[in-house]
């Protein structure tokens, strides 16, 4: 009997020092020397300043920007505990909506954004949230259809804008998975450098 307890303790200390420290500590290792920038998070810098991620997508507001999807996000409402309020944005709390495609409330969020939008057809990302509710990138018609909006405020011509985006534009990965996208960060950073 106490062979047999003595072996289990051994057998779960080498499979937990295993794969508990050596195997993470061999995959954070190969991943911080051979992808460095998507190990450190794929921070997009600045002027020498980290001004966001690749990854997470960012609220931007104001006319001259190219605006994100909506976020689902939210945190702990400290007025009703055990519920929650919206916070856009908020990479520390990344989850969707859970609002499935029969809710009432789904349905008036979109019909809100579309509204919002003020001409239809309105492309489903410009009014959806991602399941994370941090999704980095819109559709290229998404943006396209921000072009007048981000060209009157900024006093450019929309077909050097339409350039951007298109400039912008990445294709689905390996040429075959996924929908072509737009990175609405690097997007409004091309944007600021334009001259």
């Known amino acids: 009997m106490l062979a047999m307890l003595r072996a289990g303790l051994v057998v779960t200390g080498l499979f937990t020092l295993l794969l508990g420290i050596v195997v993470p ?3 954070t290792g190969f991943a911080g020397a051979v992808l460095a920038h998507q190990a450190g998070g794929s921070l997009v810098v600045r002027d020498g300043k980290v001004v966001g991620s690749s990854l997470i997508g960012q609220g931007f507001s104001a006319g001259r920007y190219f605006h994100p999807r909506p976020s689902a996000t939210s945190e702990p409402d400290p007025d009703k505990p055990g519920s929650t309020r919206p916070a856009p944005y908020n990479a520390a709390a990344s989850g969707g909506s859970n609002l499935g495609p029969t809710s009432a409330g789904l349905l008036s969020q979109v019909q809100l954004g579309v509204a919002a939008e003020g001409r239809a057809p309105v492309p489903a990302d410009a009014v959806t949230a991602s399941g994370s ?20 405020a900024r006093g450019l011509d929309p077909a050097r804008l339409e350039a951007l985006v298109a400039a912008n534009t990445q294709g689905p990965e390996f040429g075959i998975l996924g929908e072509p996208r737009v990175n609405v960060l690097r997007l409004n950073l091309a944007l600021d450098a334009l001259r």
Do not use: M, Y
């Not at 999704?135 to 009157?152: E, F, G, L, T, Y």
């Open 25 to 27: 500590v061999l995959f």
């Open 133 to 152: 509710g941090l999704d980095p990138h819109i559709s290229p018609a998404n943006a396209a259809r921000q072009v007048a909006r981000v060209a009157a």
